[in-house]
């Protein structure tokens, strides 16, 4: 059940804003595969991710 609402958020995510992959992800807590990427990924986006999750709890209820 928690992969169908991880897999709802995701895809809602893509199809209803304007947040980038990197704050979708992020949200999601996935880590940053590519090593050279992930070396100066240096933000943890909270205030961006914080804003996504807002809207999506406005969404679901």
Not at 11 to 40: F, G, I, K
């Amino acid at each position: 059940m928690p992969q169908g609402f991880r897999s709802s958020f995701r895809d809602w995510a893509s199809e209803c804003t304007d947040a980038p992959h990197a704050v979708m992800e992020a949200a999601l807590a996935h880590a940053v595969r590519n090593q050279v990427e992930a070396a100066y990924a240096r933000s943890d986006l909270f205030a961006r991710r914080r804003k996504l999750m807002d809207a999506w709890a406005a969404y679901i209820s």
